[in-house]
């Protein structure tokens, strides 16, 4: 991995996130997903150990980079240099209300503090129940499957999703067509959901495991290198600043997983939110990247983080 992308300068101890990741490649030609795969692992240069699962504060140094150069997210005007600035983390815990039942993500370190940005705190929502959840879930399994990990391409995975991102994203398709992601087959399912349906399917949802996909090995190269270093021509952050180093997301900052997703979905998002069509992306994050990335580098991510865990 070459480090030349500004938003890899995060610190000493945020780069040992990096340290370590596999991704599913298909050996080319491979008919049936899964049957050939192969597990590439690359580490990241000085050959930091891998970081654990536990808090980074353990083996990571908890000083980040210094960030006072960098103006915060708002106030970064478009067009120039990196578009977006996720603050460095302090590892305090943000105080968000999270629902209760677990979630393989909460042991994320934070990457944004509250207090830059605000949104982190909002919307306050009921502790959710898993078990209330699973028993609500009925109607969604028609689409996302019975433990949210959907066979249909087009339809998002949502098993093991950050809990706090999926319940932004059902109250965002409940405001319809004044809300700022709105698609018609959702808004039905959750137009009549009260907060607290939301967070129970969420809790539940959440608590499941995505299942793996795989990545063809002729897009791995491509889509690693924006996905870990992002591309500093055209001002692509590396996606792995917010959505990990394994693309397991962050629960708190509701940076949403990727990993393990169908492509065909992601590929469609990233369209959406150049289109500008998907608008719910705080400070446009998602719809100023997704400009700047050209067609054959979206496609390439987008199958990049399906194979990778
Ligand atoms: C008729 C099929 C269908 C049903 C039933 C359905 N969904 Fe969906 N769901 C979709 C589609 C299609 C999308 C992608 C929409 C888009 O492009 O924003 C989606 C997206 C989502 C997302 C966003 C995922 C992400 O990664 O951003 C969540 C969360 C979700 N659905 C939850 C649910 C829940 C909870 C239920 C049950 C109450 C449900 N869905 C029922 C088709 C369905
Ligand atoms: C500065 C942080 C940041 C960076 C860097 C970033 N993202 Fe995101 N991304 C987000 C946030 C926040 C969301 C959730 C937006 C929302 O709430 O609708 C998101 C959402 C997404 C989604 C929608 C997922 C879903 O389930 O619907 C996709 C796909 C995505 N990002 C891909 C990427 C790719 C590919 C890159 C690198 C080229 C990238 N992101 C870089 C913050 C980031």
Redesign the pocket.
């Known amino acids: 991995m070459e480090i030349k992308n500004k ?1 890899m300068c995060f610190g000493s101890g945020f780069l040992l996130m990096f340290a370590s990741h596999c991704v599913r490649a298909e050996a080319p030609g491979a008919k049936i997903p899964g049957a050939e795969t192969s597990s590439v692992t690359s580490a990241s240069p000085g050959s930091a150990p891998p970081a654990p699962a536990t808090p980074a504060s353990s083996s990571a140094p908890a000083t980040p980079a210094p960030i006072g150069s960098s103006p915060p ?1 708002e106030t970064a005007p478009a067009g120039s240099s990196p578009p ?1 600035a ?1 603050a460095a983390a302090t590892p305090a815990p943000a105080p968000v209300p999270s629902a209760s039942g677990p979630n393989v993500m909460t042991s994320a370190k934070p990457l944004v503090s509250p207090t830059v940005w605000p949104e982190l705190l909002l919307p306050s929502t009921p502790p959710g129940n898993a078990s209330a959840g699973q028993a609500k879930s009925q109607v969604c399994a028609a689409c996302h499957g019975p433990d949210g990990n959907s066979t249909v391409p087009a339809w ?1 995975k949502i098993a093991g ?1 950050s809990d706090l ?1 999926l319940v ?2 059902l109250i ?1 398709y409940r405001k319809g067509d004044k809300g700022n ?1 709105f698609e018609p087959s959702m808004f039905a399912m959750v137009q009549n959901l009260s907060d607290q349906d939301i967070a129970d399917l969420a809790a539940y949802f959440a608590s499941q495991t995505m299942s793996p996909g795989t990545v063809p090995a002729s897009l791995v190269s491509l889509g690693e290198k ?2 870990r270093g ?1 591309n500093l021509a055209t001002g ?4 792995a ?3 990990g180093a394994e693309g397991e997301g962050n629960n708190l ?6 990993s393990g ?1 169908h492509p065909d ?2 590929l469609d ?2 369209k959406k ?1 150049k289109a500008k069509m ?1 608008k ?3 400070n446009g ?2 719809q100023d ?1 997704s400009q700047r ?1 050209s067609d054959e ?2 496609k390439a ?2 199958s990049y ?1 399906s194979g990778l865990h």
Do not use: N
């Not at 900052?253 to 990727?258: D, I």
């Open positions: 938003w997210v977006i996720p998002p999703q991102y932004k994203s965002e992601r924006i996905y992002g692509v952050p590396a996606c600043a917010c959505h900052a509701k940076f949403p997983r990727l997703q979905y992601t998002q990233l939110f998907r719910d992306d705080p994050i998602m990247i990335l580098e979206m991510v987008s983080v």
